[in-house]
């Protein structure tokens, strides 16, 4: 069984087992997750898919961890103008394990 969820204005594919890297969620490790926003399910074969089908689907996951993903550098170069600018960022995740597909 797999689904596709929508969760931090990105869509994930996601099947039971599976650790995904999600925007923070702001729970604590070990804390149940729950998307409600399903927008496709695969039952062996079986495709629901659109709002009337789904309205009471839900995924179910588990928090594995909290933390920073890896550096984003971001360079600002202008050529012969003595201009540089060198940043870094690292964005939040939360990673979960996803446990339950329900329909």
């Given at each position: 069984m797999e689904a596709v969820i929508a969760t931090g204005g990105k869509q994930y594919?996601?099947?039971?087992?599976?650790?995904?890297?999600?925007?923070?969620?702001g729970k604590d490790k070990g804390a149940?997750?729950?998307?409600?926003?399903?927008?496709l399910v695969n039952n062996d074969g079986q495709v629901t898919v659109g709002p009337k089908g789904l309205a009471s689907a839900r995924v179910l996951g588990q928090v594995v961890a909290e933390r920073k993903q890896d550096k984003?550098?971001?360079?600002?170069?202008?050529?012969r103008k003595n201009y540089r600018r060198?940043?870094?960022?690292?964005?939040?995740m939360?990673?979960?394990r996803i446990t339950k597909i329900e329909v």
């Open positions: 594919r996601v099947a039971p087992g599976q650790v995904i890297k999600v925007e923070r969620l149940s997750v729950e998307f409600t926003k399903v927008l984003v550098l971001v360079v600002k170069f202008k050529r060198h940043r870094g960022h690292r964005q939040t939360t990673a979960v």
